[in-house]
């Protein structure tokens, strides 16, 4: 069974400009949720979304948005970039709401300019 | 406080070494644990839970005491493919229903020859 997926794999984009990334989660799992991790950290988490409704969200602005479609992928959406943005964005899936165990992609790894 | 404290090391040990890690938490609500293995450039991949009761699977052990709020990972007969990030990941529930996972800062592991 494919793993989860996401694109692209790497990004580079200029301040002030927005960006989309996209998660596919392992087929079955309806709960995805979104991590940052800047160089020499571990990940933050920013929302987790369950049924295309939002479950929770980390202490990230208002410029970090996201949603999930019938199909249980997502998408996270960032905009007016700033430099302290440049990091790996990691989607993690899981089978339910409250599974415990979450299930990394390989990230999408944002540089901002 | 860190919600998740760990030593971020680096740990330098010869193959064959039997190292151990450490971490705190915060939280004394949480009630879910587990250590993730991170290597360079890579996405977190889950290595063990760990549970009251203590946990051992091949050459890993992995023991949890809620008084201390405190859980460890134990590496025996180190290998040289053993060398990565080890993460220190404690789950938490989210006031919509959904849970989140806060992660340790990382343990580096350098296993040589």
């Known amino acids: 069974d494919a793993g989860v997926t996401q694109s692209p794999t790497h990004l580079i984009k200029t301040r002030g400009q927005h960006v989309t990334l996209r998660c596919s989660p392992i087929?079955?799992?309806?709960?995805v949720s979104w991590y940052q991790q800047v160089l020499g950290q571990g990940p933050q988490f920013i929302f987790q979304y369950y049924e295309k409704e939002e479950r929770g969200r980390g202490n990230f602005p208002d410029r970090f948005s996201a949603r999930q479609f019938p199909n249980y992928s997502s998408e996270l959406n960032v905009n007016a970039l700033l430099l302290g943005d440049s990091a790996l964005y990691l989607c993690a899936s899981s089978p339910g709401q409250s599974s415990y165990e979450q299930y990394f992609g390989p990230g999408t790894r944002l540089t901002v300019t | 406080r860190k919600e998740v404290e760990q030593d971020p090391g680096p740990f330098n040990v010869p193959e064959g070494a039997t190292v151990a890690f450490n971490c705190t938490y915060s939280n004394s609500a949480s009630q879910s644990f587990f250590w993730y293995r991170q290597d360079c450039r890579k996405e977190p991949k889950l290595l063990m839970s760990?549970?009251?009761s203590g946990n051992e699977d091949g050459r890993f052990t992995a023991q949890l005491n809620r008084a201390s709020q405190y859980i460890s990972l134990l590496i025996r007969d180190s290998k040289l493919s053993d060398s990565a990030t080890y993460l220190c990941v404690v789950n938490g529930v989210l006031t919509g229903g959904g849970n989140k996972l806060t992660f340790g800062t990382g343990t580096q592991l350098k296993v040589e020859l």
């Open positions: 760990v549970y009251s």
């Open positions: 087929s079955g799992h309806k709960s």
